[in-house]
């Protein structure tokens, strides 16, 4: 109950990470052709256009591998372990926000750019956390 208590800021930005990815990756798998229909058509006035399957397979592995290591260091940590893949989870989400944001900014979707804005906060939030 100690760990709860004294993690729990962490515990809760873990799960909200581990919600977000494992989703987005899910979505991205049982729902491919949809997904890279609608992000030709958003990247097709973009340097981006011809790369967007291959771009597409590497958010879908990054958002992923976040999600996974986010689940694996949430684990480690309430078990009293160390914060080591918490805190590469927290990295790679920032990463991958950062992939989803740069995207965003290319294609002038600003409306998207401050979306992904907002899950930033809080995975910078986790790795200031997990850092202390």
């Not at 409306?111 to 850092?131: R, S």
Request: proline share 2%.
């Amino acid at each position: 109950m100690n760990t709860l208590l004294s993690n729990a800021a962490e515990i809760l930005i873990l799960l909200f990470l581990i919600i977000t990815f494992l989703q987005s990756g899910i979505d991205k798998v049982v729902d491919w052709k949809g997904n890279l229909s609608w992000l030709k058509s958003h990247f097709e006035k973009t340097p981006l256009q011809g790369l967007v399957p291959f771009l597409l397979t590497v958010v879908l592995a990054t958002e992923v591998a976040a999600g996974l290591l986010c689940a694996l260091g949430l684990v480690q940590l309430l078990l009293g372990g160390s914060r080591v893949l918490a805190l590469y989870g927290a990295i790679l989400s920032c990463i991958a926000l950062l992939m989803l944001l740069f995207g965003q900014r290319l294609a002038k979707d600003y409306e998207g750019a401050k979306t992904i804005a907002v899950y930033f906060i809080p995975a910078v939030l986790l790795v200031f956390l997990l850092q202390q």
